[in-house]
Structures are given as structure tokens and as C-alpha cells.
């Protein structure tokens, strides 16, 4: 009898302390799987995809982000390679920073993931940001579009890691292609 009502007293008070967090407890139950939460959540949701994304977190120029893509998909004639990528513009990720990718879910499960932010939409080369989600969590390169291709299939394939792309990229950071 008194385990009874001591689980009923410690019930209530907690009940009554944490009233206030109802309505914000309530909303983080009802968030859909794929939905990012809200600012002050941890867990950034991803979609799980065949490909690795390229995500946009940069909204300022609808014909930029265009034009990075075309930049992006276009393939290497003479090789005949092309980037393995799919493009994800939604703006519930607008001015995400590298940092919060870190904290995402599970289901999201490629070792990397491709950024378009301010700085690839406003630099003249587009230098799309590259960030190691596995070896290194959130150690990042930037490479050019038509660069995407080697990144994406030399790192999808073992051929190449994070670090020598790392190594490869010039002193401002960027690749532009190996040596």
C-alpha cells in the first residue's frame, strides 16, 4: 500500500512540474519521420536515400541553386562518369550549419553528405561543401561542380578517403581536381 501511493505521489508532482512542457512535449510527438525538428531539438531528420544528397541550405537565388545542380549532374564525356547524387531543396533546412548534421538520424545512412549554402551560391566557382559524417564527423572540403563526380565516385567506391581529398584541395579549401 505505501509503494502505492508513493508512485502515485511521485507521479503527480512530476506531472505538476512538467506541465509547462506540455504543449512543446505534445508538438515533438506529432513531428513526421522525414520533417527536421525544431531549432532547439538535436536530431536533424534526413531522408534515407539511394544516393548521397546534396542538400540546400541556401534559399537566397532559386536560378543559382538551378544552375549548381546543372553544374553538378553534367557528365564527364570523355570518362563517362557522373556524380551518384539526389538533390534535396527544402527550405525546413535553410541556414543549417555543418555542426547540426552531426545529430541526425539513423536512417540517413551515407559515410558523407553534400552542402550548397551561401558560400557556393555566392563564390563565382560554386564550391559545393563536402562533410565526412563517419571517419571524421564534420571535418569538410569544398569541391566545384564539375569536380563532383571524382569526390562522389571515388569516396562511394573506397578509392579515395576524406583526408586525401583533403590533401588534394588547394589552400583556400577547395578541389578542383587531383594532380
Not at 509503494?3 to 510527438?29: E, G, M, P, W
Not at 544516393?51 to 541553386?65: A, G, I, M, Y
Amino acid at each position: 500500500m505505501k509503494r502505492v501511493i508513493l508512485f502515485l505521489i511521485v507521479t503527480v508532482c512530476f506531472y505538476s512540474c512538467n506541465s509547462h512542457n506540455d504543449a512543446n512535449n505534445q508538438s515533438n510527438k506529432t513531428a513526421s519521420k522525414n520533417e527536421m525538428t525544431k531549432p532547439n531539438d538535436t536530431i536533424i531528420h534526413l531522408p534515407d536515400t539511394k544516393e548521397v544528397l546534396v542538400l540546400r541550405t541556401d534559399f537566397s537565388n532559386d536560378k543559382q541553386w538551378d544552375k549548381i545542380c546543372g553544374l553538378i549532374t553534367q557528365s564527364v564525356k570523355e570518362l563517362g562518369f557522373k556524380p551518384n547524387v539526389e538533390f534535396l531543396s527544402d527550405t525546413k533546412y535553410e541556414g543549417l550549419k555543418k555542426e547540426r548534421l552531426l545529430h541526425r538520424n539513423k536512417s540517413y545512412t551515407h559515410l558523407y553528405i553534400f552542402m550548397i549554402d551561401s558560400t557556393t551560391v555566392n563564390h563565382n566557382e560554386h564550391p559545393i561543401l563536402c562533410i565526412d559524417l563517419y571517419d571524421h564527423p564534420g571535418e569538410s572540403f569544398r569541391a566545384i561542380p564539375s569536380q563532383m563526380w571524382n569526390v562522389e565516385n571515388n569516396l562511394s567506391n573506397s578509392n579515395m578517403d576524406f583526408e586525401e581529398f583533403l590533401n588534394e584541395a588547394d589552400t583556400d579549401g577547395i578541389f578542383r581536381g587531383l594532380e
